[in-house]
């Protein structure tokens, strides 16, 4: 059993559920992150949500996500979550921190989130787990802006957030 953080709407922890139960019955207020990466030539790393994942499955989305653990510091859980789906090691810096609730429709599970925003280089080519991605691919912010415009229902709904605030994510990269 994963247990997640539950949190207030300042980030401050009030507990503790496990990992989907946190995201039945509207979803509880719990602490996530979210992992940009960029490559030298200024990519961006996409990943394609495995079709089998327990909610929004088979759509586009920032390289890597995941839940700290209890007891689990924030940059630590980013790291376990590189290794974990991407086979990869990065340094990370958080970029900004926001709030969503979005409502898969197929699975019906909610998610509700105090999502902290991070960021990071890499150079070369993950090594995805096949349970967490069906694909994996570099993207220039321009294309990705275009496509993202054209194509919303393709991309996770927090993703659409994230790339709102892409200033703020290269102004991160770049201190």
Known sequence: MEEIILVDE???????????EAHRDGGRL?????????????????????????HFGG??????????RRGEKLLPAARRRLRE??????????????????????????ENEYDHVLVGHFQG??????????DTRWIDCAELARD??????????????VIDRLPELRRAIAA
């Open 125 to 134: 080519e993950p090594r995805p787990d096949p349970d967490e991605m069906d």
């Open 148 to 161: 993202l415009a054209a194509r919303p229902e393709a991309y996770t709904p927090w993703f659409a957030r």
């Open 10 to 20: 300042s980030d401050r922890e009030v507990g503790f559920a496990e990992k989907l």
């Open 30 to 54: 719990h602490r996530a992150f979210s992992i940009v990466l960029f490559n030298g030539r200024g990519e961006m790393l996409l990943q394609l949500r495995a079709a089998t994942k327990y």
């Open 85 to 110: 789906e991407l086979g990869i090691e990065a340094q990370l810096r958080e970029a900004f921190t926001f709030t969503y609730t979005a409502t898969d429709p197929g699975s019906g599970l909610t």
């Open 59 to 68: 759509l586009w989305t920032n390289a890597c996500c995941g839940h700290p």
